[in-house]
């Protein structure tokens, strides 16, 4: 096995991490999160976490009340009312994205909505952590993280919005700005396609379970949906976390990214400085900013 | 089905575009592409066209002899030497690389040599066609297409290289800047590792059948190598199309990207004009304009 980008692997569990002296200067984000305390993260919120669970296996998203209100609590009110188990992911697009839900519109939303008014982007607010990237990005005035989620602001820093990355979970619509409302959700599976930003309602990330999306059949149809009806990709249930008993829960943490660690993460990703690495860039663009996750080691489900 | 995106399909065969008036100004790289002449495309070299043969199908990949002379020169030793038969994709990594070869070092490389000198980065000459992206960078002072091939240039306009994007076929290295050559191959099936550029030799891009390498099982070893050997994905054969009978070579065209279409092209895309979408983003990072490939209409085997 060549050594071939050996220190790019995104670390999922703690566990995996290889020792390291303590007075070591960290040179891989493995290393770095070696280092890390227990508040440089952060444990999901149940009421904002959703577990789409497929035969394969379970995706866990974080949902973004802060950026889109409506659409997740429309989406967890779908959810809740059992809207999305036994329908299907619909279409998988190589290199853009997968999407499940309704797409004929005929399955009843019981009391949740069908349609809203977009939230494409919010007013700028005092509450709104904002970790600036300090590479400028091209799409936006300027780029960084909220609460764990990519996302930029324009250049009068009064908007803001989430940006589309991998892993990002969108709300689907029709020409109409305002005819998403969570029937139709999709998630990011290849190169960050930014156009999209301010077009179309961000609700979350995936923080768990991406290989399960990404690792899916494309769709030989127009867009890539699926053709034939058996071929769609079964959703046994879409649950809020906080439905679930405690012991059925995954104890996710994500790392925060509103700490010096953090920061420290950046740059070390800006400039790698492991022996792999000759030429370092000197520059990340915002989606290749990694943004780890774990299984809580506390927790008794750990 | 929401038209969410619906211009954003990447077409592979002109037979998929729906109808357009010949007068109408083309707002979608669908109708552009109805207005394409045959001048417009290229067919590929089948002495530099890879065909790697899966059991689920064939990936075709074109070389960049003009980039990395020696490590095309030897990949293709290694195919006509059928070094890579009956190998194995290996690792793949979510939103990162699928890698095959042998990484045991073991199979013996027959007349192609094992290692060569890196080719990172070569001299830019009047005879590399730059078609120059309009949008800045921030992983080089400017980028653009070269043949086909997404490319960049130093500051000083004297070196160039290929980038980092979905598809790109890479040489796999150990920490040793000259201890590739062939044997391990790798292509991007995730967001662009842009910070691979420079580090690493180039050797072309897959133009065909991604999905193929990109819907593979992820591997749960470390850098998402496959624990166990049965998981590798059988490489039935690496054939140059050359070495085939013409009856059995696939007649791939790519749209040039030197022209004057293909500059409308990056325009459309930079700044979308259909119905969908409500906000332009008036920019295009490299690795998001597409590239197109079809089936030439002409040919027999079409």
Known sequence: MTAFARSLAVLWCSASLSAVAADATPRTMGELLER??????RALD????????????????????????????????????????????????????????????????????RTLPAEFTRAVSPS???????????????????????????????RTWLAHCYGTLGVGRDLDVDSGGGTELYVVIGHAPRQLDRNITVAGRVVRGMELLASLPRG???????EKPHEGVRIRSVRVAADLPPAERVPVEVLRTDTPLFTQLVELRRNRADDWYKQPAGYIDLCSVPLPARISATSPAG
């Open 128 to 158: 709104l952590p904002f970790t600036v990237l300090p590479d400028r990005d091209g799409y936006a005035a300027s780029v960084g993280f909220t609460d764990g989620m990519p996302a930029a602001r324009d250049a009068s820093g009064t």
């Open 46 to 113: 149940p009421e904002n976490t959703l577990y789409l669970q497929l035969d394969t296996g379970r995706v866990i998203i974080e949902l973004a009340p802060a950026f889109a209100p409506r659409h997740v609590a429309n989406i967890k009110a779908l959810a809740r009312g059992h809207y999305y188990d036994d329908l299907a992911i619909e279409r998988v697009q190589d290199n853009f994205v997968a999407q499940w839900g309704d797409s004929t519109g005929k399955k009843p939303v019981g009391a949740a909505a």
């Open 36 to 41: 890390s305390a227990a508040g440089d993260w």
């Open 220 to 226: 030989t149809g127009a867009l890539g949906f699926y």
